[in-house]
């Protein structure tokens, strides 16, 4: 049973995720694109900075993120919530809330706006928008 379509235009003020993508750290990221791709059948590939690479079935129903170092932020993040346009509304609430905000809202140069919070738990969130 899903839940009622009601509940997503009711959720937190500024958090609408449209998608959530689980951030792996590694050390080496052509040995993990290996092992995901050959192996696990993530074949492919959706985009690759060479610091980052997130790899997809060919359906595109299962996705990860590897991830060797974040180009801007201090900390790699353990997860990716996709929210559309509604990043600085979203940002506006952590800062509202009192998260820790790890990397402030910024506009990067690969064509994503985004932050980093961390969840009281300590797990540090990547919350992003992509301009396509």
């Known amino acids: 049973m899903g839940r009622d379509p009601a509940w997503v235009s009711t959720s937190v003020a ?9 951030n792996i750290n590694v050390d080496d990221i052509a040995a ?3 092992f995901y791709s050959d192996y ?17 079935t060919p359906d595109g129903r299962a996705q990860v993120q590897l991830v060797s170092g974040d180009a ?11 929210v559309g346009e509604d990043v ?14 790890v990397h402030p ?19 540090v969130i990547n919350v992003v928008s992509h301009a396509d």
């Open 14 to 22: 500024g958090m609408r995720p449209t998608g959530i993508t689980t």
């Open 32 to 34: 993990a694109r290996d």
């Open 40 to 56: 696990l059948g993530l074949t492919s590939e959706q985009f690759n900075l060479g610091w980052v690479v997130n790899l997809a």
């Open 72 to 82: 801007t932020s201090p900390v790699d993040s353990a997860l990716s919530v996709h």
């Open 88 to 101: 600085e509304a979203a940002y506006e609430e952590a800062q509202r809330r009192g998260f820790e905000i």
């Open 105 to 123: 809202l910024t506009t990067e140069a690969w064509g994503v706006r985004r932050f980093f919070v961390r969840a009281p738990d300590g797990t």
